[in-house]
Nanobody
Framework: QVQLVESGGGLVQAGGSLRLSCAASGRTFSSYALGWFRQAPGKEREFVAAVRWSNGGTIYADSVKGRFAISRDNAKNTVLLQMNSLAPEDTAVYYC????????????????????WGQGTQVTVSS
């Protein structure tokens, strides 16, 4: 069974930075994508970023491009989300998620239908 455990959330002032970490276990993730999603109060959960475990390829939501960076550490089975230039609208619970990719995945596969989820970590950005 895949287990995902997030850490690194907290309170930060606007313009600041945070780094989220997701420890993944229970599988060999070579055929997986690991992603980050977020859900703000009263809003639907939305895609933030994802990384293809096999080659490190990344994809981002337009709202975080240029500010956030996702990466994976193969040795530690960890996915990181470096968040810079944070704004109050980035306030949300951030979730780590994982899914098996098809052999030739389209870009859309990285955005939807993840099978495994972590418990979430709160990120609060004050103005």
């Amino acid at each position: 069974q895949v287990q995902l455990v997030e850490s690194g959330g907290g309170l930060v002032q606007a313009g600041g930075s945070l780094r989220l970490s997701c420890a993944a276990s229970g599988r060999t993730f070579s055929s997986y994508a690991l992603g980050w999603f977020r859900q703000a109060p009263g809003k639907e959960r939305e895609f933030v970023a994802a990384v293809r475990w096999s080659n490190g390829g990344t994809i981002y939501a337009d709202s975080v491009k240029g500010r956030f960076a996702i990466s994976r550490d193969n040795a530690k089975n960890t996915v990181l989300l470096q968040m810079n230039s944070l704004a109050p609208e980035d306030t949300a619970v951030y979730y780590c998620a994982a899914k098996v990719l098809s052999r030739y995945p389209s870009s859309r596969e990285f955005y939807v239908q993840y099978d495994y989820w972590g418990q979430g970590t709160q990120v609060t950005v004050s103005s």
